[in-house]
């Protein structure tokens, strides 16, 4: 087994672009808490015989949760469950949070990797993203951070509107000066009912421009790979021994537990999550129940979800893994639709393995679309 991921469901305010589940009153932290560690102890039977290798706090904001009640959830983890000697603990964290004091508490406890959503440098882009800290607590945090952790990973946001190449370069340059050994980075994309939808429907904000967000793209990647950084995720680079443990659990198949409401989860065989409602998770784990759907893979939903992980890092799509798993069939369909690409040079084949070229790394998604069977 891979991990487990918690789910915290509270934010400061809500950013314009975000539509994960969240909640900006806190009046249920206390019963949420309760909930998540209950939800922990109840699954434990999902992982007989397996090994927790990371523990992942993600939002949601977890850094709005004391360092007493990160410490309590990470021990009912260790109390329900086998983890390995040195897990990868990874806390997410917004700026504002991580104060001089509490990123010393937090180097005290067992968290030893920190995700920090740092976004932008810019007071302007933070401003318009509604982000809850500011350039000046941006830098703070990280200038402070760097003392005390190793492992820190730094979020950016591209392809915002008024953005230009230059100012974009200095957000990764001043990401760069502060040492830090991974950057997450995401092209600001347009959800449904979400405040950003809004304003652009409005006419407040102008709408991103996909010609642009390629522009960052190609400029993120070749300035973080000339500063010893691997490209091992189309949104993610690290240096040697620093990609994230947990999310290339993730885009290598392995199985993972999700806590916390609207957490997803996978054995391998099924996919389930839990409801996306904060008062009903907390009613139905008080009632012993998990509040979660499950759905079996089929064949086509496995092939579908490797092509698409696989095509997104560096390891790739094993042809020899596709004709073992699902069949001549499935991976004479897969080179059939993979053809045009090959001949567009935005896929290559290499020891058996489907890659996408640097020209069609940022078409990736689409790609894989493309790549995928429908039922």
Known sequence: MSGIYIHIPFC???????????????????????????EIQMRKNESKMEVVETIYFGGG???????????????????????????????????????SDRILELSKSKINRLSIGIQSFFGD???????????AEAQKCLEEATRYFDNISVDLIYGVPGMSNDKWKQNIEKA??????????????????????????????????????????????ETLQANGFIHYELSNFGKENYFSKNNSAYWLGKKYIGI?????????????????????????????????????????????????????????????RIKREFGQSYLDYLKQQAQKFLDDELLFIENSILKTTKKGK??????????????
Not at 14 to 34: G, I, N
């Open 176 to 221: 760069l000066s502060f040492g830090i050994p991974h950057i997450s980075s995401y092209a600001l994309t347009v959800e449904p009912k979400t405040a950003l939808k809004k304003l652009i429907d409005t006419g407040k904000i102008a709408e991103p421009n996909d010609e642009v967000a390629q522009e960052h793209f190609m400029i993120l990647v």
């Open 260 to 320: 916390g409401p609207s957490a997803h989860s996978y054995n391998g065989i099924s996919r389930s999550w839990n409801v996306a409602n904060n008062s009903l998770y907390i009613k139905s784990i008080d009632t012993d129940e998990l509040p979660n759907e499950v759905e079996i893979l089929t064949d086509s939903d496995r092939y579908n979800e490797y092509i698409m992980t696989g095509l997104r890092t560096i390891w790739g799509v094993s042809l020899e």
């Open 125 to 135: 882009d933070l401003k318009m993203m509604n982000r809850a800290h500011n350039s």
């Open 61 to 99: 904001t977890p850094s709005v949760l004391t360092s007493e009640e990160i410490d309590f959830l990470i021990a009912a983890v260790y109390n329900n469950y086998d983890v390995t000697e040195n897990p990868e603990i990874t806390l997410e964290a917004n700026p504002d949070d991580l104060s």
């Open 12 to 38: 400061k305010q809500a950013c314009h672009y975000c539509d994960f589940h969240f909640s900006t009153s806190m009046k249920k932290k206390d019963e949420m808490v309760l909930a998540l560690a209950k």
């Open 362 to 375: 940022f078409l990736t998604d689409g790609i894989a679309s493309d790549l995928f069977i429908l039922n």
